[in-house]
Each structure stands twice: as C-alpha cells, then as structure tokens.
C-alpha cells in the first residue's frame, strides 16, 4: 500500500537545511507564514487552523492558496501542514465539494459579498472551486511527515471531492469545466477575454455573469444547458490530474491509470501540435489562442509525453522573449498583445493575471524542469525568483521584467519560493551526489 510507503520514508530529509544559501529565504517564509496562521473554533463548534493569503485583503481560507501553504509549512512544521489541510477537507459539504473561500471567522465581508460567488452572505463556503491540486499535495504532505495515519484519514474525504467533481464538471473524456475565470485561480487572464467580451473580468458585464450564475446555484451542468459561459482550462486540468495522481500515491484503487488517461485526454483535445502549446477551449469547443503561463502547467504531470515536454521547454519556456524573461515565469507571454507586465486596473479595479509573475507558476513549471531532468534551468528558476523576493519581499505578483513586487505585502503563497528552493536543494544535490 502507499500508506505504508509513506511511513517508511525519512522525515528528516524533507526539512529545510541547517545551511542553505537560501536561509534568509526560508527565514522570511516562516515568519510570513506565522503571521498569517489563523486557528480558534467558529460558530458551529468546528476548530480550524489555516494560513490566510494576507491578513487584510484575504483573511478567509483559500483552496489552493491552503494547498501551497501546506507544502511550504510541511517543510517548516508538519503538524501545520497536516492541520491546514485538515481545516480544508473539515469545510467540506455534504455533495463532496470544497469551495474556493471558506469563512472560518464569520460571514463574508459586506465589500466583497457583491462579487464573491455565494448564495447568500451568511454562506459559510463560497459556491464555486479552484484548481483541484488538494490530493496531490495531502499525498506530498503525509509522505514527508512520514505519517501513514494522516495519509489514510484524508483519502475518503479526498475521494468523495474527486467524484463530486466527476459527476458535476466532468465531460466525457474526464476533463473537467469552469464557469468563471476565477475558477481557474487565473480571475482576469487575457485567455478569457474573446468569448466573455463585455462581461470579462472586472467590466460591469462581469457582474451580469455573476448574476446569471448565481441564479442557477452555480449549477456547472444548468449553466451549460442554458447557454452561460464555460471553458476547460488547461491548468484547472493540470491540477485535476495531479490530484489523481496523488490519490494514486494514497493506495487509491483505479487512481494511476485515471492520472494516465487524462494526459492522454488533455493533450487529445487541448495541445495544439501546430505550435506546441496547450490552450483552453471556450464554450463553443473554440480554442483560445492566448497564451498564459497556464499553457505551460502540463509540463508538471508524470505521465505528459517526452516529445510534448521538450517542444514546451525549448520552444515557449525557454524563449526569452515569450516566458523566460528576467523575472520568470509571466502569467501571460510577453508577445502577447494583452501583455503588461506592471499594474493593470479597469477604472479603479486592478485585473490581475495579464504578465505579472506569480509564485504560484514558479512551482508547476519547477516540477516540469526537474522531470525533464533540466538542472541548469532548474537552478535558473529558482534562483530567479528568490530573487524577486529578496528584491522586493513576499509581494503577491512582481514584474516579472523589473522584479518590483505589486499587490498584497505578506503574501502566504508567495512563500512557495521557499518549497522551489527546498525542492531544488533535495533534488539538483541528490543527482549531482550520485552522478
């Protein structure tokens, strides 16, 4: 079993180095992260214990923000990591879903009700998902804890999440659908702009889309039938097959031959073989030809095509006028006519997602080059973007040209520059010991 597995593995391998170039980095990260960790119980008894992005603009607990929180803590204190996660799978509902905003510490903010994807304001969940990573980091977590007990209590919760969105999201071929851009953890990528038009991300139409949704509960299959938007986005897909892929790791029966097939699907129906890139599909099964960052999130999975993952590498990654910029990885490419690498606002609303650099990528795409056995550029990576944090502190987003850090001041996600380091000093060391 692979609960037996995980108990066998040092624990001691996955903590951070005593000595380490990047000391100051884990330093910051620490105590970013403590300052953020929030615990107590709420209003129906339920203790949790989570890590907000920021303590003033996103106090609440964020599904995958929770996930790299996790990997990082499970680097700095196990029990955190474990307890993070906990608190996550603890907000799930009876359907099996885990929304995207959890409101441990009371009713959703009357500023942010409008626009968050509630049904009501004393919602205690928000409505809609984020790119499902949770299994494979629940996995990554136990595995390093050496903990077969946490490893074993999360699966049933874990499995219930997987078949929820199976039976609500789920085409044919096991891709799964969005129907917000917020769903893809990217709210304003350019990559949506074409079919949503006035109604994109954060134009007066954008509430007009909320409306239609939230007249259908959020209902993926209703919002379909009557016509809404929706899309199959490549990094929401990414994260899906990563999570069968930790379920797999988990003792999950079926698991590793899902993760397969699902690749299989992805490249199937969202790589195009005439550049080399994945793009998402609109809701008339269109492909969007914007490329983001999220184009590049495949090269994280196990089982993606050598082939596939050079062309991504060598012919997008790595060019430097496209996504190896100074300050990698942008969350759009630079050649890309919606491309700003700075700030961008509509009126007073700042839209995110159209060239910043976000530390969310730097993890994905680090994954990607350590399967690729790229060392070099590896090293490169994470070098890079502790630079952006030592420049400019744990920012939110950063210009992935200049590196000046924008957004949020002590941001949680942010301090995934501390697990690419670990994870660069754990793999890159190991490899170069044995060759």
Not at 378 to 399: I, K, P, Q
Request: with cysteine.
């Amino acid at each position: 079993m692979a609960c037996e597995r995980i108990a066998e593995r040092p624990r001691a391998s996955h903590f951070l180095p005593a000595v380490s170039r990047y000391s100051d980095i884990f330093a910051g990260a620490k105590h970013v992260l403590e300052r953020n960790w929030r615990e107590g119980h709420n209003d129906c008894g339920l203790d949790f214990g989570y890590t907000c992005p920021d303590a003033a603009k996103y106090p609440d607990q964020f599904f995958w923000d929770s996930c790299f929180h996790a990997l990082v803590w499970s680097r700095l204190d196990p029990a955190r990591a474990m307890r993070e996660l906990g608190t996550l799978v603890a907000a799930q509902q009876s359907s099996g879903m885990i929304g995207h905003t959890t409101f441990w510490q009371g009713p959703c903010r009357l500023a942010r009700a409008f626009t968050y994807n509630v049904l009501d304001r004393r919602a205690f969940q928000t409505a809609t998902i984020q790119p499902p990573l949770l299994a494979w980091v629940w996995a990554e977590v136990a595995e390093r804890a050496g903990n077969a007990a946490f490893a074993e209590s999360g699966r049933a919760a874990l499995v219930r999440f997987h078949e929820c969105l199976d039976r609500e999201r789920a085409d044919a071929d096991g891709l799964i659908g969005i129907l917000q851009p917020d769903e893809s953890g990217l709210d304003a990528s350019p990559a949506f702009d074409s079919p949503l038009g006035w109604r994109s991300h954060p134009k007066v139409g954008f509430l007009a889309l909320l409306a239609f949704n939230r007249r259908r509960g959020y209902d993926y299959r209703r919002v379909v039938a009557d016509g809404g938007f929706h899309a199959t986005d490549v990094l929401v897909n990414s994260a899906w097959i990563l999570g069968w892929e930790g379920l797999a790791r988990l003792g999950h029966p079926g698991a590793s031959r899902r993760a397969e097939q699902l690749t299989a699907a992805l490249v199937k129906r969202l790589y195009d073989p005439a550049t080399g890139f994945f793009f998402a599909e609109g809701p008339r099964g269109e492909r969007l030809g914007v490329a983001t960052w999220a184009g590049l999130a495949p090269l994280a999975l196990t089982h993606l095509p050598a082939a596939i993952r050079r062309r991504l590498v060598d012919e997008h990654l790595l060019n430097t006028e496209r996504f190896w910029l100074p300050y990698p990885i942008p969350s759009t490419a630079a050649t890309e006519p919606s491309f700003i690498p700075g700030e961008s606002r509509y009126f007073w609303i700042d839209r995110y997602w159209r060239g910043p650099t976000w530390l969310f990528s730097s993890w994905f795409i680090l994954r990607g080059l350590l399967l690729a056995g790229r060392e070099d550029e590896a090293a490169h990576l994470v070098d890079r973007t502790a630079a952006l944090v030592t420049r400019s502190g744990f920012r939110e987003y950063f210009n992935p040209i200049t590196g000046q850090g924008m957004g949020a001041g002590a941001f949680g996600a942010s301090t995934a520059v501390a697990e690419c380091a670990a994870l660069a000093e754990e793999t890159l060391g190991r490899r170069r010991v044995v060759a």
